[in-house]
């Protein structure tokens, strides 16, 4: 289409907020648009909208092999990470085959151990501060943030500690989409294989060794795919969930007790960063299994529909009053909807992660503070996930402790 909105750019940057309302009041709930290479594909702003493709798995289909664009797709084409095909996960598996998938997934993650979840990540939390804590100064996305979930996750899955920070690379590289993206998926895919061997001849208490233990009959190239997927999946929309959160305490008076011992409005804060500043804007997708209508739009089969988490969050069909605080109103798109949501074990160990995080900043360094004036502060160009390329602060410089319990 003539009209079509460009998914990219600094506008992604700079507030795609805005850049939704335009969409929306330009092209209505569902709005035409080019990926990387001028690829159309449709996304959907709409809360009800939304809300129709993500609970019909049989119109809206998540198999990638329907797309009628595929003959037009570039070799080495940047979103093909996010954009697959043939990919052997949980991402791409339909119908009963994928209810067994997250049934193994949601299984493994399950059984997970709370306790220890938050263990490790205060522990982790504590290193990463103790590296900073004597400066007086810090940038708490590259300095904590980014490094954060994927060191606990890393744990929990079955890696060793001294793999984490060639994962945080590798899984940045992939996620942003760019120039980097498929060496990223490749670094990430051979550590799985190379998990999944250690694992075969010693199992241990780790994610990885209880699927492959289970009996549902998946190849090891299957479960490492979706090691893959809870891997990118987890890390870092929880980065950005704790850098997200932590910007907002430091920005808005309304969180201000957060500053100050108020624990309740960590979770307050975190809640409404899910409905106002979700670190997962858009989601690629869904395939229509045949011609329909959606939004008032002609949708053909094979199109691809994109999922506009943010933008169907801030429908002002349901946000009559945008400034008005959530609550605890948790009908929010930030996980997903339908059978490919997010699953519940996993939304948990990704809210203790980063709730545990902000909590041990709070107590760490009580008397932070922006470095920089707010209006300053800028996002990654990413259409996908959004999240700060940095959060600079000060504080009161303290020595570390030496690793010791807090």
Not at 349 to 359: C, F, K, L, M, Q
């Given at each position: ?135 007086g100064e810090a ?205 519940f074990p996993a ?47 000060r504080f009161t ?10």
């Amino acid at each position: 289409m003539s009209d079509a909105v460009p998914l990219g750019g600094s506008r992604f940057r700079t507030g795609p907020d805005r850049l939704y309302r335009e969409m929306r009041r330009d092209h209505g709930a569902v709005v035409p648009v080019l990926l990387d290479g001028d690829l159309p594909a449709w996304l959907v702003l709409g809360y009800r909208e939304l809300h129709q493709v993500t609970g019909d798995p049989v119109l809206f289909s998540r198999d990638s092999e329907l797309w009628n664009q595929w003959e037009n797709v570039p070799e080495g084409w940047p979103l093909l990470p996010m954009i697959g095909r043939r990919q052997p996960s949980i991402l791409y598996t339909v119908g009963e085959r994928h209810r067994q998938r997250a049934a193994m997934v949601s299984d493994a993650l399950e059984a997970v151990d709370p306790v220890e979840l938050r263990g490790h990540a205060e522990r982790f939390a504590d290193e990463l501060i103790d590296a900073v804590c004597s400066e007086g100064e810090a940038d708490l996305i590259a300095q904590y943030a980014m490094l954060l979930p994927v060191r606990v996750l890393a744990r929990l899955y079955g890696f060793p500690d001294e793999d984490g920070p060639g994962l945080v690379t590798a899984l940045n590289d992939m996620i942003d989409g760019r120039e980097r993206a498929l060496a990223g998926q490749a670094h990430l895919g051979l550590s799985m294989g190379q998990l999944l061997a250690a694992r075969k001849k010693e199992p241990a208490d780790d994610v990885a060794s209880r699927m492959l233990a289970d009996g549902s009959g998946f190849t090891d190239e299957e479960i490492a795919q979706d090691l893959m997927v809870m891997m990118a999946a987890g890390h870092q929309p929880t980065a950005d969930w704790i850098g997200n959160s932590l910007r907002l305490m430091l920005t808005d008076d309304r969180f201000a007790a957060s500053l100050f011992g108020g624990r309740n409005s960590v979770a307050e804060a975190m809640n409404e960063v899910l409905w106002e500043d979700t670190p997962t804007q858009n989601v690629a997708g869904r395939w229509a299994a045949r011609d329909t209508r959606l939004g008032g739009r002609r949708i053909r089969a094979g199109d691809l529909l994109l999922l506009g988490l943010q933008g169907a969050n801030s429908d002002p069909q349901v946000r009559t009053d945008a400034s008005a605080l959530t609550g605890g109103n948790n009908a929010h798109f930030s996980f997903g909807h339908g059978e490919h949501r997010c699953p519940f074990p996993a939304q948990e160990i990704a809210e203790v992660i980063a709730r545990t995080g902000i909590e041990v900043v709070l107590d760490r360094l009580p008397d932070i503070d922006l470095a920089v004036p707010a209006g300053s502060l800028t996002r990654r160009p990413s259409p996908w996930l959004h999240g700060l390329t940095e959060l600079p602060v000060r504080f009161t410089p303290s020595p570390a402790p030496g690793g010791a319990p807090r």
